[in-house]
């Protein structure tokens, strides 16, 4: 009977994610080792300090606050980085490449920012950078773009990618919690930082949606090449609006392939109530793909967490453990070569979409007329008017929504619209995205 090849691992930063990855190697060791045909070692796990329960008991000889006892042990085929951020995490997976050894990270942030370099690192190396758990927790969205829909040419990918935004919306629209209430108790229940403002922001998935147009797309982008706005300024009103009118409004980034250019956005999104995207709710991600063989599919699930973001980690070593049981490492090529159709990079302002609008103007005749006038004269085609009650002050809610429209033709209506004197508030306006995909 041949001897099982014993695949050493070594985990450099035990924090919540790191924790779960632990515990599955230690307590899971035999059904993992059944299921690959290897025997998974966590041979040293390091972090700043070994003192708070992380709810998984190591053994004292494999801890150590030491990176370098990870990265120069010559006997570790994969180090897992868990720490987060930009540095010291970038400087420690070039040094696990250079030394030969095998790269699993959650690193989205890194990823977005430096993806270009690392790639390079592992290809000159000629080993694996696996990174599941970057983007969507347990849903193995990156290995379904990365092997599974490798004969598609994709159209578009829609996704919430981000649990604390899409728990927020989710509350207030089932609870009519204000913005401010919904972000607390996303806090209260942990699925906030103290500082939220990535997730709230957008920025969070804007460094997913990077990751996820690299691979679906192979297009490489920066970050200032994506249009983000976050979610704090959607109102309890405009999530009632909404659903009256049959939609609801999702945190939303999009990739998707229009005229030979790929647009790519992050912002709350009115969707229909039959979009696939429109049911996902509270703390949950999905990403919708469409492919030109495929057609349309859904992957969905637990977008946060210890337990589906380890379970992503745990998969990816044992992808990399399969690989160099086998002698094929590296399997799949890191970077999927460019979308045929894909020409450029579309402008903000060249974006076309149907539009929802808020205005609170003074309740007097002629004000409908003014608006429509104004939408009129940059092209913009009003499909539906819903006049709200009346607040105080006279003021009156009137609710909009357009046939599609040029971006830059809404920025320079709303700006026109907002000097009237009648409107007395800055006007809301969210984008919707129609399921145009079969």
């Known amino acids: 009977m041949p001897q099982t090849t014993t695949i050493n691992v070594g985990l450099i930063g035990v924090g919540t994610v790191g924790a779960g990855v632990a515990r599955a190697l230690l307590e899971k060791r035999r059904m993992l080792e059944q299921r690959i045909g290897a025997r998974l070692v966590l041979r040293r796990a390091c972090d700043k300090e070994f003192r708070r329960r992380r709810g998984v008991r190591l053994p004292p000889s494999v801890t150590t606050t030491d990176a370098s006892k990870v990265l120069r042990d010559p006997d570790i085929h994969v180090v897992v980085e868990l720490i987060g951020g930009i540095e010291p995490a970038r400087t420690l997976i070039l040094e696990a490449l250079r030394r030969g050894k095998h790269v699993v990270t959650a690193n989205k942030a890194l990823l977005a920012h430096a993806g270009r370099e690392l790639f390079a690192a592992a290809r000159r190396a000629n080993v694996d950078l696996y990174f599941e758990a970057a983007v969507g ?200 070569h460019r979308h045929r159709g894909i020409r450029r990079l579309r402008r903000m302002g060249a974006v076309e979409t149907r539009y929802y609008m808020r205005f609170m103007a003074t309740d007097k005749p002629g004000v409908l007329a003014r608006i429509a006038g104004v939408l009129g004269r940059h092209h913009i085609s009003i499909a539906s008017v819903h006049q709200k009650e009346r607040r105080a002050a006279r003021i009156v809610p009137v609710v909009m929504m357009t046939h599609e429209a040029r971006e830059a033709d809404m920025r320079r209506a709303l700006q026109a619209i907002d000097r009237l004197g009648f409107v007395k508030h800055p006007t809301v306006a969210i984008r919707t995205e129609a399921p145009r995909y079969k």
């Open 137 to 336: 927790g347990g849903i193995p969205i990156i290995k379904a773009l990365r092997e599974g829909l490798i004969a598609n040419e994709l159209d578009a990918i829609l996704g919430i990618v981000n649990g604390t935004s899409n728990y927020v919306l989710t509350q207030m629209r089932e609870k009519r919690l204000s913005f401010h209430e919904a972000l607390l108790e996303a806090k209260h229940h942990g699925y906030a930082e103290r500082n939220p403002a990535l997730d709230i922001s957008g920025g969070d998935a804007a460094h997913k949606l990077a990751i996820l147009t690299l691979l679906g797309f192979g297009v490489q982008v920066r970050l200032s090449d994506i249009h983000v706005e976050g979610i704090s300024s959607i109102s309890q009103a405009d999530i009632q609006y909404a659903d009256e009118l049959g939609y609801c409004i999702k945190p939303l980034a999009i990739a998707k392939q229009v005229d030979h250019e790929l647009e790519l956005r992050v912002h709350p999104t009115l969707l229909a109530k039959t979009h696939l995207l429109a049911n996902v709710n509270g703390v949950y991600n999905a990403v919708y793909v469409h492919g030109d063989m495929v057609g349309a599919e859904l992957f969905y699930g637990r977008g946060a967490g210890q337990g589906p973001a380890a379970s992503s980690v745990v998969s990816d070593i044992a992808d990399i453990a399969r690989n160099i049981v086998t002698g094929i490492a590296p399997r799949m090529p890191l970077l999927p």
